[in-house]
């Protein structure tokens, strides 16, 4: 069983979605810790609700994001975890601990990249009108959002579709992909060799990286 730590800057409720999976044994794997560079995080509730080990590492706390960075890299280091995943964590980091960690470190990002790196995606889609919109899985890198693609979910823009509406559907694929690619990544069915993301026992479709559609 492979040991997961969620990083999270808010309401945590993707981790409620990694914790939910791992107690079903959905995930083979266990959440032993939770980190948030946010004190005011509904997430950390969320862990304390599911009695997981929480701690906060405000970056406002640190006189320079290097001092951050090196405080996280040492917290990490103590725990050495299996995995480490970036689930609505809002802090970009640096070459240094994504080097470090850039074969165990995965992010969940709001938006079929390398389209809408960054924020306000949803609304992006909708003033481009854009036919598709959905999530990507990512190992990390350095720069922002553009780490090597692991999975993407999608879904298609209804007419008139509203920015709340299309957010509502979007966390629902979160919730339901984010947990499976973990799973895959715990039993080493898919893993990053020389920056490159492989991937066994699974198909691809004749795709580079896993793409599911939803009609959610």
Do not use: W
Request: charged letters at 25%; proline letters at 4%; a neutral charge.
């Amino acid at each position: 069983m492979k040991k997961i730590v969620v990083l999270i800057s808010g309401s945590g409720s993707n981790l409620e979605a990694i914790i939910e999976s791992c107690d079903a044994k959905k995930i083979n794997g266990k959440i032993i810790h939770v980190i948030s560079n946010n004190p005011d995080a509904y997430g950390l509730t969320r862990a304390s609700n599911y009695n997981i080990a929480s701690k906060i590492i405000n970056h406002k706390k640190f006189s320079s994001r290097i001092d951050f960075e090196n405080s996280l890299e040492d917290f990490l280091d103590m725990l050495n975890p299996d995995l480490i995943v970036l689930a609505g964590f809002m802090r970009v980091l640096g070459p240094k601990i994504t080097t470090k960690f850039s074969n165990k470190m995965i992010n969940l990002h709001p938006s079929l990249l390398p389209k809408y790196p960054g924020l306000n995606t949803h609304e992006k889609v909708l003033e481009n009108k854009d036919p598709r919109h959905g999530i990507s899985i990512h190992y990390v890198s350095a720069e922002l959002d553009a780490g090597p693609l692991i999975a993407q979910g999608l879904i298609d823009i209804n007419k008139n579709e509203t920015l709340e509406n299309m957010i509502k559907r979007i966390h629902k694929i979160e919730h339901l992909l984010l947990p499976e690619i973990i799973n895959e990544i715990c039993n080493e069915n898919i893993y990053l060799d020389n920056n490159e993301v492989k991937y066994r026992n699974i198909n691809l479709h004749n795709h580079k990286l896993i793409k599911k559609s939803y009609e959610i």
